[in-house]
Each structure stands twice: as C-alpha cells, then as structure tokens.
C-alpha cells in the first residue's frame, strides 16, 4: 500500500489516481462544517490559521474524544459525510493549498474541479468504522477552538501511523468513483423502474 | 418505583447498544460478505472489524453516537405506574450520564448559535415516545440515530392517483440518489399514510423491527420483498462504492390517510444499525430483551 508523510508531499499527490488504496503517518487535522467556516473566516480577515492548514490532510470528522487527566484521547473517529463540505472546499483549498482531503460519501463537481486546479485528491475511509480508525491515532497533538465549537466540531490535530486503508475516490485528473457510479446506478434506476 | 437505579441500570445497555449491534444486523452484514466481489467486501470487511473492535475494546463502533430517542411501552398495571412521570427525567438523567461515562459525543446543538451543551440533551431530548397498555409489563428502546443517515430521511405528500407504484419509484429514487451518504448497506423504514407527523414517526418506528423480519401482513411484507430486491439491484453497494448490497432491509408501517392525501415518509438507518430493548422492573433493574 502506498504511504503517504506530512509535510504533504505535492508530486506524491498528483501520483495517485481512483481506485488506489493507500495509508498517511504524520499529522492529520480533523474539521467539520463550523471549523472550515472558522479556518476561512479567519483568512477572509487577514489572519493566520494557528497550524499550517495547507500541509496536512483535512480529515472530516468529529471523534469521541475522553481526557484522561488533562490528556486527550481519541475513543472513535471515523469519516463524517463530505457533501456537507462541498460549500466550503474549494475556497480552502484556495486559501490554503490543502490538497488531501478524507471523508465519506464523495464530494460533487464544485470540489473535483478545485482538486483538479491544486493538483488534490479525495479518499473515503469506511464510514462508521470509527473504533477502527482510532487504532491509528497514536496521541492527540492539539485542539483549537474546543470551547467554541465543542468536541465534535473542533479541530484536533491527531498523529496517527499508518491511518488506512484510505480509498482514492476523487482524483487530480478530475475522475471520480461517485460520479461514474451515480451515472451507473441512474441507469440502474431508469431501468427498474420501467419494471414496476 | 425507584427512578435513580433506573437510570443507573440504563447506563450498560446504552454502552453496549453504541459498541455493538443487533444480532440480526450483525448476522447480515456478515452474509453480505459472501455476495460482493473484492471492492465492496473490502467495506463490509472493515465495518465488521470495527464491530469487533467495538465489542472488544468496548468503545463506540463509530464515532457519531447520535442523538437519542427511548420509546416506551408501558402497561397501566405495571407496579410503579402511577410514578410514571419521573420516568422523563430519569432518562435524561441517564443520557447525560451515559455521556460522560462511556463517552458519547455531544452531539446537541443549539441552532441559532452553535453552542453545546455537552450532555447530549436539549428541551425535549432525548426523546420520549409513550405507547400505553393494559398489562403489567414496562420495556424501553433506547435508538441513538446518528446524522449522516437522518440527513436522508424524507417525507413526500404524494398525490394519492400515484398509488403503490408511485410509492415504489419515490423509495427506490430515495436509495438511488443518496448513494453513499448515509453509510450503506442501510436499513429503510417506510411510513404510508397516517398525517405529515404520524407519517414520519411510522418511518422511523418501522427501523426497530429486527433486520429480516417481515411485516405480519403478506400484502406487506410483499412490498418490502420487492422494494429489497430492486433496492439491492441499483449497484449502490457497500459504502456506496458500488456492489450488491446496498441496503440490509426494508420494513413498511402504515396507517389510514385522508383520501387527498398520501403520506410517504422514508427513514434511513446506517449499517450501524444500534439499538437496543431493555425489560424494566419495579426495583429498577433492567434485562436486555434485544
């Protein structure tokens, strides 16, 4: 399987194309839908994000997480659904050159078009696996903006080793698994419902 | 009727309805592995990990634990009956607890301004659905519904000329285009009939009948066969990247409608399909039923 490090690498990304199955050790940040409005807020007001957003994969998700005496624990944290983040990717990207994005469900024309323009992907990892996942979180590095958002919607910054098996499922040549699938399973449609 | 043990004792079965699932779920994610080829059994594969991990480790299968709903089923003769109005802080008592202990995520927010409050309630939830009878027996379904599969729920005022055939294409059209969204193979509740509200409700209460059991009437339980078949021929597969199983099972509810109206309301559940049905006795004890 191939690995990905953090700091992103750009060519390594360009590389890997649909249907490819690989796995990140390094540094993964997690951001539902409030974090990426808070990370573009901040950018559309000349500020700094407080990490380097553009190289670290954006994982959408929003673990269970236990302190154990002041130290963070990851309990479960698998992919939250990406469409919802279909509204906000393509200004990230714009903003801060993140190029790896992991979720569940695909995301739509919006998003593959900037993945397209900054040379990204998108990979699914199985959704609602999420004891799963945490086997891969090694330690919690940081939050940001936990009393704000809450638990689910804060951004935790989480170091994992080998998080996997991740899916390529939108690449940077534009393909997308859930585009050709939602053609597929449209004619699929059509066809049975002429059986009814 | 002691209230406080009460909510202690929901503590293990709330636990355990979040680390693991319903047999009859567990059973047919573990079929579906036989019928799909490399890419979709590769999904199922890593769901039943993770189920594994759950039970093991004794920590949340996925991380959206949901939001909670307990349906009640109470008979007026069960001993601490006339008591029965501390049941809903008793529950409430117990999710906030549950939270913390096992832990759950937070998952309440406030609409207007995002804020948490951080124990998984709000006005009215959890949520209480009350069903009263005669007898002396008192059951609890805790169902913590997470967001991803809810976000597809939809309800259709279908006009009524359309009948069943129209119900089929609006069902069907439902598990098409929302594709991999609500992490399938999923569980479909359908509710035909009854108002906009009692329309929704029968969706969601059709979801606590056991994977693979049919609905008691044949004209039914025939719908649910077809409308599982053609489902399952759409290629939507296991975590909607294409395959042979795309939803576990379809169950149907219905009620009387008004004559121009034809309520269709379809909830989805996840192939995290968790629930879980406790006997509740006068001490406060409970016994997991299922």
């Known amino acids: 399987m191939i690995l990905l490090t953090t700091p992103i690498q750009t060519e390594a990304v360009r590389k890997l194309k649909v249907f490819d199955t690989f796995s990140i050790t390094g540094t993964v940040f997690t951001a539902r839908d409030a974090a990426h409005e808070k990370l573009l807020d901040l950018y559309k007001n000349g500020s700094n994000p407080p990490f380097s957003v553009g190289d670290l994969p954006c994982f959408h998700c929003g673990p269970v997480m236990r302190n154990n005496d002041g130290v963070w624990e990851v309990v479960s944290a698998g992919p939250t659904t990406s469409s919802r983040m279909d509204l906000f990717e393509d200004q990230f990207m714009d903003a801060f050159g993140t190029r790896v994005f992991i979720g569940k469900g695909g995301m739509g024309h919006r998003t593959s ?39 689910p919607e804060a951004i935790w910054l989480l170091n994992v080793v080998e998080f996997g098996p991740l899916l390529v499922t939108m690449d940077s040549f534009g393909q997308s698994i859930h585009q050709t699938l939602a053609e597929k399973v449209s004619i699929n449609l059509d066809r049975i419902k002429k059986s009814l | 009727m002691d209230f406080e043990r009460l909510t202690q004792s929901l503590i293990e079965p709330i636990r355990r309805s979040v680390i ?10 573990r079929r579906a592995t036989l019928e799909e080829e490399e890419i979709g059994r590769t999904q199922l594969e890593a769901m039943l990990k993770a ?44 999710v906030q607890l549950a939270t913390q202990v096992i832990p759950l995520r937070p998952n309440t927010v406030h609409p207007f301004n995002g804020s ?24 609890l379904t805790y169902l913590p519904k997470g967001g991803g599969c809810t976000n597809m729920s939809q309800l259709t005022m279908m006009t009524p000329g359309k009948g069943i055939r129209g119900v089929k294409d609006i069902v069907l059209t439902r598990i098409a285009t929302m594709a991999g969204n609500p992490c399938p193979p999923t569980v479909i509740g359908v509710g035909l009939g009854g108002s906009d509200v009692m329309c929704m409700e029968l969706a969601k209460k059709a979801l606590l009948r056991p994977v693979g059991q049919r609905h008691p009437e044949s004209f039914v339980a025939e719908l649910e066969f077809e409308l599982l078949e053609k489902a399952n021929e759409l290629g939507v597969g296991p975590a909607g990247i294409g395959g042979k199983t795309t939803v576990l099972d379809i169950k149907i509810e219905y009620e009387y409608r008004h004559p121009a109206s034809f309520p269709v309301g379809i909830a989805v559940q996840c192939w995290a399909n968790r629930q879980i049905t406790v006997s509740v006795n006068a001490n406060g004890s409970v016994e997991v039923i299922s």
């Open chain 2, 116 to 139: 948490n409050p951080g124990d998984n309630t709000g006005f009215e939830i959890p949520q209480v659905i009350w069903q009263i009878h005669g007898r002396d027996t008192f059951h």
């Open chain 2, 51 to 94: 189920i594994d991990i759950g039970i093991e480790q004794k920590i949340p299968i996925c991380q959206d634990t949901g939001t909670p709903t307990f349906y009640v089923s109470i008979g007026t003769a069960f001993p601490g009956f006339c008591e029965i109005h501390q049941l809903e802080p008793a529950l409430r008592r117990a």
């Open chain 1, 113 to 151: 078009a900037a993945l397209q323009k900054h040379g990204g992907i998108y990979a699914q990892f199985t959704g609602g696996a999420g004891s799963l996942m945490a086997g891969a979180v090694k330690r919690v590095e940081s939050v940001y903006y936990l009393d704000e958002l809450g638990i």
């Open chain 2, 20 to 29: 693991s699932l319903p047999r009859t779920t567990h059973d047919a994610l």
